[in-house]
């Protein structure tokens, strides 16, 4: 029996880590918000490995934190350890990734959203949201009906979540939460497009069964870097070593001698899995010429003995996992606390949202995270972040937020799936952006805290430390290029230790901090009109924009460029069987998704730069 239960704004449903960041988006922009959950206890879970960051997803986060989000900066507090990836590469591909504590993530996350104003958190099933004019009603198991003018769906991977150990399979959501099984069904009635994915994850193992002292250890850095703009907040535990363990041949036998009991391989399993995390049984297979495989044993928190086995994700039989787990040199006495599973869920074609990620054939439905068939956290925070915006921006009869992909990895993300959709979870890599240079984690907030301001999230407190970090950052640019040494004993001396090139005349300091050997604090002894006030991040980013000057002017003319072709609108109404010279595939995939501009039109798969120049002169002959 129903019941009308309250109007709000906004309603978010789900509470992982794309819900979280819709959820407060939407009500520090003053939409009164709901923030549904299967579970209180697991608002915030990370059932997969417990860390924040890394190579692409580092980036991500660093953005989410420049346009006023929330990921960031709990994730600071709760920090295990910290590590910079990628330092011996260029700054365009350094990631930042830390190993959390898991249940501290999730408390911390819990208590921002608790005392967040116009949030209210909930623990309700959604089993149904259908369409009244202009309003959407959201339906409970209970009988519940809320109606909102946007609606966020941040389902994770419980719609319709069955686990899948051996040929032991059995609805459920992940951890052994409860599925979400009515509400996929009522979607596909509503015409929301669904398809089936799989991800998986490795099995925690009891610290104390583990044999450190043969294994290799992974320290953090020792000046260990964080994602928010406030050091105040930075984790002061962050100090906890993580390790490396390898399988072996013996690992491999096992494997091999079992697949004919891997759901994966027996046809059980029919989601699609991630390419770019793959088991340890497909990496066996798709990799038969390695003999060992690197796996990380991260721990789960400071104050539990579980561990996290990364690199291990199985969805072998119980028995072949601990044989396979007991072959590995240092986990030969392992004691398994939950054991690995592969977990299939439905999510809906991204291909169906346009780039506010709201559906295009239901105006005020929005969706976010793994549901639009992403994979990680950090994927998930960033369009939930979008997300949430959007769904507010409808309610307030303001403008929708729309990040191009020259702008940042969030933009590049959403891109992505709107304009070519994906047929396996969705993982954000560096290598997906042409701007890579222009897009790094060091000046995401000068990418972005504008736009965060102009929005609304980023606040007078924020903003200011913004501004001041900013003129730092100018101020010393331009006082490096007008400085000039003279030759000295102290100059000759800083280029030998460096092997670089001796200096006869005088030299601007920008051309020596050009050369790939020379730093900015090796410059320090003959740099005497340095200011004492440059924070370390600011010393970086200034090394960093005159040291690639040459090659960042080249990326922003690009950038310029692909800007012109996200400024040419296509109408609406386009008839694209009408428009004489493009290929009939052509016609067929424009009609069908419907971009909004030469720019998405050019990026959409099989569509040629013959056709895109036929679009040029048909909408020149409009004018």
Same mark, same amino acid.
């Not at 941040?154 to 059995?170: E, H, K, N, P, R």
């Not at 959709?421 to 984690?441: A, D, F, K, V, W």
């Not at 320090?524 to 200034?542: G, H, Y």
């Given at each position: ?265 027996? =046809?059980?399993? !029919?989601? &699609?899995? @991630? /390419?770019?995390?793959?088991? $340890? ?8 010429? +390695? ?105 307030? =009869?303001?403008? !929708?937020? &729309?990040? @191009? /992909?020259?702008?940042?990895? $969030? ?8 304009? +070519? ?203």
């Amino acid at each position: 029996m129903e019941y009308i239960a309250q109007s709000v704004d906004v309603i978010i449903v789900g509470a992982g880590h794309a819900g979280i960041e819709a959820a407060l988006a939407s009500a520090r922009l003053g939409c009164k918000t709901v923030l549904f959950t299967l579970n209180l206890d697991a608002v915030g879970n990370m059932p997969c490995n417990p860390s924040i960051g890394g190579t692409g997803k580092g980036h991500l986060v660093y953005e989410i934190e420049a346009l006023g989000g929330q990921m960031g900066k709990t994730a600071d507090k709760v920090c295990l350890q910290s590590r910079m990836l990628n330092r011996g590469k260029g700054p365009a591909v350094h990631s930042l990734r830390m190993q959390a504590d898991r249940v501290k993530y999730r408390l911390e996350m819990k208590k921002v959203i608790e005392n967040c104003e116009n949030l209210s958190l909930i623990q309700a099933e959604i089993v149904d949201i259908r369409k009244d004019g202009e309003i959407w009603n959201v339906v409970t198991r209970l009988g519940a009906v809320w109606s909102a003018k946007s609606v966020v769906i941040c389902s994770g991977t419980y719609l319709c979540g069955s686990i899948i150990v051996g040929d032991v399979a059995y609805s459920s959501g992940p951890d052994g939460m409860f599925p979400s099984d009515i509400l996929s069904e009522n979607l596909r009635k509503l015409g929301v497009p669904l398809v089936r994915f799989k991800t998986g994850t490795p099995a925690r193992i009891h610290a104390d069964s583990i044999d450190y002292s043969v294994l290799e250890i992974q320290e953090g850095d020792k000046n260990a870097e964080h994602f928010s703009s406030v050091e105040e907040g930075f984790s002061t535990i962050a100090e906890m070593p993580c390790y490396i363990a390898y399988t072996n041949e013996e690992t491999h036998r096992i494997i091999r001698d079992n697949l004919h009991r891997s759901p994966l391989y027996s =046809g059980h399993i !029919k989601g &699609v899995g @991630p /390419r770019y995390c793959p088991s $340890i049984e497909d990496k066996v297979v798709r990799f038969a010429d +390695k003999q060992r495989h690197q796996l990380f044993v991260e721990p789960m928190g400071d104050d539990t003995k579980e561990v996290y086995l990364q690199g291990f994700s199985s969805s072998l039989p119980e028995d072949v996992q601990l044989e396979m787990l007991h072959s590995i040199k240092g986990l030969e006495n392992a004691v398994v606390m939950r054991n690995a599973y592969a977990i299939e869920y439905d999510c809906t074609d991204p291909l169906s949202l346009d780039a506010g990620l709201e559906f295009k054939e239901f105006k005020g439905l929005f969706g976010a995270g793994q549901f639009n068939g992403t994979s990680g956290y950090e994927e998930a925070a960033a369009q939930g972040l979008v997300a949430g915006i959007n769904a507010a921006m409808r309610v307030l =009869g303001k403008e !929708k937020l &729309v990040l @191009p /992909r020259n702008s940042s990895y $969030i933009g590049t993300l959403i891109d992505d799936l709107v304009t +070519k959709g994906t047929n396996e979870p969705y993982r954000i890599m560096t290598s997906r952006s042409e701007y890579r240079l222009l897009l790094r984690q060091d000046n995401a907030d000068r990418r972005l805290t504008e736009i965060g301001r102009s929005v609304g999230l980023v606040d007078d407190e924020a903003y200011e430390r913004f501004i001041l970090k900013k003129k730092h950052i100018e101020d010393e640019i331009e006082r490096i290029k007008n400085t000039g040494f003279g030759p000295s004993e102290d100059l000759s001396k800083i280029l030998e230790e460096r092997n670089s090139t001796p200096v006869s005349n005088g030299i601007k300091m920008a051309d020596l901090l050009r050369r790939p050997e020379i730093t900015y604090e090796c410059l320090a002894p003959i740099d005497k009109e340095r200011p004492a006030n440059l924070s370390d991040r600011e010393k970086q980013a200034v090394e960093i924009e005159i040291k690639y000057e040459g090659y960042i002017k080249k990326e922003l003319a690009e950038a310029e460029r692909f800007t012109k072709l996200e400024k040419k609108v296509l109408p609406e109404d386009i008839d694209y069987y009408a428009v004489k010279g493009i290929r009939a595939e052509t016609q067929q995939k424009l009609t069908k998704f419907r971009p909004k501009n030469i720019g998405q039109a050019s990026r959409i798969s099989g569509v040629s730069p013959a056709d895109i120049s036929v679009l040029l002169i048909y909408l020149d002959s409009l004018k």
